[in-house]
Nanobody, 122 residues
Framework: QLVESGEGLVQAGGSLRLSCAASGRTFSSYGMGWFRQAPGKERDFVAAISRDGGRTYYADSVKGRFTISRDNAKNTVYLQMNSLKPDDTAVYSC?????????????????WGQGTQVTVSS
């Protein structure tokens, strides 16, 4: 089970940190990712991190602004979002993959959280 938290409304230029807590499985055995879906749009890749945290991947649209990290001792993955823009408004979902490669692809992921709303006002 994956449970996201950190939902919020923030002004453009502000920051938010999302958390995703995992239970029921060996967290360190999973590559983790964050995806987002804006109203009327498809779910898009945002960021991903390898099992040991040694590799991270970002969508071009968030590179330099967002940072993904994980704490395997706490079974939690984080998404620090800085310099937020109105275009970042979406439902953000975390996901877990039994694979530790191809982590930028939605189809790689096996388990999904329910999502958390991020709204950025202009």
């Amino acid at each position: 089970q994956l449970v996201e938290s950190g939902e919020g409304l923030v002004q453009a230029g502000g920051s938010l940190r999302l958390s995703c807590a995992a239970s029921g499985r060996t967290f360190s055995s999973y590559g983790m990712g964050w995806f987002r879906q804006a109203p009327g749009k498809e779910r898009d890749f945002v960021a991903a991190i390898s099992r040991d945290g040694g590799r991270t991947y970002y969508a071009d649209s968030v590179k330099g602004r967002f940072t993904i990290s994980r704490d395997n001792a706490k079974n939690t993955v984080y998404l620090q979002m800085n310099s937020l823009k109105p275009d970042d408004t979406a439902v953000y979902s975390c996901a877990a993959s039994g694979r530790d490669y191809e982590l930028t692809y939605l189809s790689t992921f096996d388990y999904w959280g329910q999502g958390t709303q991020v709204t950025v006002s202009s």
